[in-house]
Nanobody, 124 residues
Framework: QVQLVESGGGLVQAGGSLRLSCAAS????????MGWFRQAPGKEREFVAAITWSAGRTYYGDSVKGRFTISRDNAKNTLYLQMNRLKPEDTAVYYC?????????????????WGQGTQVTVSS
């Protein structure tokens, strides 16, 4: 069973950048598809990005395409999300998630393991 801990959130002005990290332990990191999701107050959890086991493929939600980049370092058991050109509507709690083989990369309930989340706030 894998444990996930996110870090790197904070307050940033619109147009700025942040890089989130998700440290994994307790499992073989390279055996998991990894995803980033976010949830704003009063809204459903939203798919942000996903990356396959060896980083061969990446997937992005429409609202972040061209601005966010997901990556992973299997040697360091760490997942990353580089967020550029941030907008106030990107404000949310960001979660990383892991699953050996999620049937649908963009569906939160298809992931078995979750971190506690890190807050990202973008001011206008």
């Amino acid at each position: 069973q894998v444990q996930l801990v996110e870090s790197g959130g904070g307050l940033v002005q619109a147009g700025g950048s942040l890089r989130l990290s998700c440290a994994a332990s307790g499992g073989t990191f390279s055996r998991y598809v990894m995803g980033w999701f976010r949830q704003a107050p009063g809204k459903e959890r939203e798919f942000v990005a996903a990356i396959t086991w060896s980083a061969g493929r990446t997937y992005y939600g429409d609202s972040v395409k061209g601005r966010f980049t997901i990556s992973r370092d299997n040697a360091k058991n760490t997942l990353y999300l580089q967020m550029n050109r941030l907008k106030p509507e990107d404000t949310a709690v960001y979660y990383c998630a892991a699953d050996p083989a999620p049937p649908r990369y963009e569906v939160p309930r298809d992931y078995d393991y979750w971190g506690q989340g890190t807050q990202v706030t973008v001011s206008s």
